[in-house]
C-alpha cells in the first residue's frame, strides 16, 4: 500500500511486517541531511482520553563543551529534567517559555545540577544567559510514544496500541509536520521531508 500527500511531510510508503513483539510503528526520515536527523522526533500526538503515569525516572541534559548535550531531547510530559553542568566554567539555564514556567535555574557552577518539571506539553527552548550561542530544547510531549531518530534517520515507536493517529514530527529548523496514519499491528511508514 503506498499513501502519498501534498505537503512537506509526506508518508512515502507503508507496509506491514510481522514483529515478534507487540504493535510498533517504524521507518525512516528521509530528506533531512545526516548531521540534522539527531535533532528530529517523531512521536505520536494526544490520545483522546488517555493518560500516562508520570515517569519516575528524571532525564539528563548537560552543558557541555558549551552546547546543550542532548540539544534535542523529547520526554512525556510530567518528567524533570535535571540539568547538569560539566564545563569548567559557569552557565546558566533558561527558558523564555510560557508552557515550561518561564523557568530560570540561575548560575551552574561545574559539576552542578538544578532539576526542571515540565507539566504541560511544550516545545521548550533552552537559552544560557552566558553565552547567547548556546541554544537547546525539550519537547515535553502528551504520549510516551516518540523517538529521535538514530544516524541513518530511522526512527522506531514501540509498544504502540492499535488506532487511529496524529504523527508528528520536529526539528528546530524544520518545524512541526503532521500526519495521520493508522496503526494495526506492526507497521512499517517512511517519510520524506521536502
Ligand atoms: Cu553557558
Known sequence: MTVKQVGAWCALAVAFFSSADAAELRGTVRGLGMRRGA????????IPGRTFPVPRDHAVVETKDLV???????????????????????HNVFS???CAGKFDLGKLAQGQSRSHTFNAPCTATLLCSIHPEMEGFILALPTPYF????????YAIRDLPDGDYRVKFWHPKIGEQSQRIKVSGAIMVDFEIR
Do not use: C, H, Q
Open 39 to 46: 535533532d528530529a522526533v517523531v512521536y505520536i500526538d494526544a
Open 96 to 98: 523564555p517559555d510560557k
Open 68 to 90: 546543550f548535550a542532548p540539544t534535542v531531547l523529547p520526554v512525556l510530559m510530567g518528567t524533570t529534567v535535571d540539568f547538569m553542568n560539566r564545563d569548567e566554567m559557569a
Open 147 to 154: 523517538s529521535r531518530l538514530d544516524k541513518t534517520g530511522a
